[in-house]
């Protein structure tokens, strides 16, 4: 199975559930440990979920927003939107 296939499971996985525990995860989808955490830090690190202690949830679309705005501040990475006064705006500077 291919990794985008896996985090795309793993992240309806836990849309279904709201706030679940990894080890849940890991006993309802079938597959090994190391494959789901694996795939939890991608879909982290692509700001759509969060992960606290031993739970992870589904980030809201503002907080999905605000993350990524604020990793591509810190680490001068491009976005393709940018917030200006409060404004989700389209980066006119972004390079496709």
């Known amino acids: 199975m291919k990794t985008e296939d896996i985090d795309w499971k793993i992240y309806h996985m836990i849309t279904a559930k709201g ?8 006993r309802e989808c079938g597959m090994e440990e190391d494959i789901v955490i694996d795939s939890i830090k991608r879909l982290e690190k692509s700001c759509l979920i969060s992960i606290k202690e031993e739970n992870v949830r589904v980030l809201s679309l503002n907080e999905m927003l605000l993350k990524n705005q604020i990793i591509n501040t810190v680490t001068k990475n ?12 389209e980066n ?3 390079k496709r």
Not at 19 to 26: A, G, V
Request: net charge negative; charged share 20%.
């Open 19 to 26: 706030e679940t525990e990894i080890s849940c995860l890991t």
């Open 78 to 89: 491009d976005s393709p939107v940018i917030i200006e006064n409060g404004i989700i705006k």
């Open 92 to 94: 006119p500077n972004y």
